[in-house]
């Protein structure tokens, strides 16, 4: 955040350009800087019954085995979701006498 506030101090010390483009800028410079502090969540898996390391925060989350799965089997279907090769037709069989 130093490097931001310090390129904010140049943007606005600088001549030439209207104020409002100075306020465009600094709130681009400062939008840029959260977003690369914004971290993925961290997956602790957890077993039944036990807590896992740490606590519960924004960037940390208890999960168990199967949430896990669940979450890698959307992500392949997702993927896989478009590249459809074949479709397999169903037949009518032959009815069956009783």
Known sequence: MKKAKNKANTIMETEGISEQMKI???????????QSLNT???????????????????????VDNRLKKDRRALKRIDTNK?????????HKGKKQKS
Do not use: T
Request: glycine share 12%.
């Open 24 to 34: 465009k800028q600094v709130k681009s410079l400062y939008a840029k800087e959260k």
């Open 40 to 62: 993925e969540k961290k997956y602790i898996i957890g077993k039944k019954g036990a807590s896992g390391p740490g606590k519960n925060s924004r960037f940390v989350k208890h």
């Open 82 to 90: 478009g590249s459809r090769k074949r479709q397999v037709k169903r």
